[in-house]
């Protein structure tokens, strides 16, 4: 069955570090990819989207991140977190172009030390 | 320009009762989906509609149902509630296939 891994459930970094977030997908063809933020009891906002062409695609908020088929992933990256980065990030994939059915990972939750 | 809004904020219910969730979509946006966030967990996709039609159900019993009307506002109704539908539910709206969807904040629904 297709399925979405973040193998981190929770991250702490401290303010100004690099940041990486894993995000792997099982599924034969390359599906539209995604990754959203949620902060406590709000819903989910847009950070970046992969369709096709350029792996590495950037977003909003300084983050990026590159696709890499050979290893079907979607890591999301910044080089300097902020505390306002605080919040749950969750990788979701559209497996069939055009479904409208995203997918979504369980999450990983980031905490920033000052 | 106002984003997905969603409606009411918070919901208590009890088991066994009904309820209805609404979600007004982005100006211009046809296609309407929800999903239910449990706690602790990623969003689970319930309902795509598109041009009032469904065009997509995700694993969930007959208890839930949903439907779309001509201004693109969606319900999504859930009948004998059980503890377990206690969930965030969410909606999303997009314009086109190749356009990402957009999040409204949810509806807290908790069942005593």
């Known amino acids: 069955a297709q399925s979405v891994t973040q193998p981190d459930i929770h991250i702490t970094v401290s303010e100004g570090a690099s940041l990486e977030l894993r995000c792997n997908y099982s599924?034969?063809?390359?599906?539209?990819l995604f990754w959203y933020v949620q902060s406590p009891g709000q819903g989910l906002q847009l950070l970046l989207k992969?369709?096709?062409?350029?792996?590495l695609v950037q977003g909003i908020k300084g983050f990026e991140a590159e696709f890499k088929r050979s290893q079907s992933s979607f890591n999301l990256r910044k080089p300097s977190v902020h505390w306002s980065d605080a919040a749950e990030y969750f990788c979701?994939?559209?497996?069939?172009?055009?479904?409208?059915?995203?997918?979504f990972g369980k999450g990983t939750k980031l905490s920033v030390i000052p | 320009d106002a984003g997905v809004t969603q409606s009411p904020t918070h919901l208590i219910k009890t088991r066994g009762q009904h309820v209805t969730l609404r979600c007004s979509p982005i100006?211009?946006?046809?296609?309407v989906s929800w999903y239910q966030q449990v706690l602790g967990q990623g969003p689970q996709f319930i309902f795509q509609?598109?041009?009032?039609?469904?065009?997509g159900r995700g694993n969930f019993p007959d208890r839930f149902s949903a439907r779309q009307f001509p201004n693109y506002s969606s319900e999504l109704n859930v009948n004998a509630l059980l503890l377990g539908d206690s969930a965030l539910y969410l909606c999303?709206?997009?314009?086109?296939?190749?356009?990402?969807?957009?999040f409204g904040d949810g509806t807290r629904l908790s069942i005593l």
């Open positions: 999303a709206s997009s314009q086109y296939s190749n356009q990402p969807q957009h």
């Open positions: 599924y034969g063809a390359t599906p539209y």
């Open positions: 992969y369709f096709s062409g350029d792996t």
């Open positions: 979701a994939v559209e497996l069939r172009a055009g479904s409208y059915q995203l997918t």
């Open positions: 100006s211009g946006h046809k296609s």
């Open positions: 509609y598109y041009e009032k039609e469904e065009r």
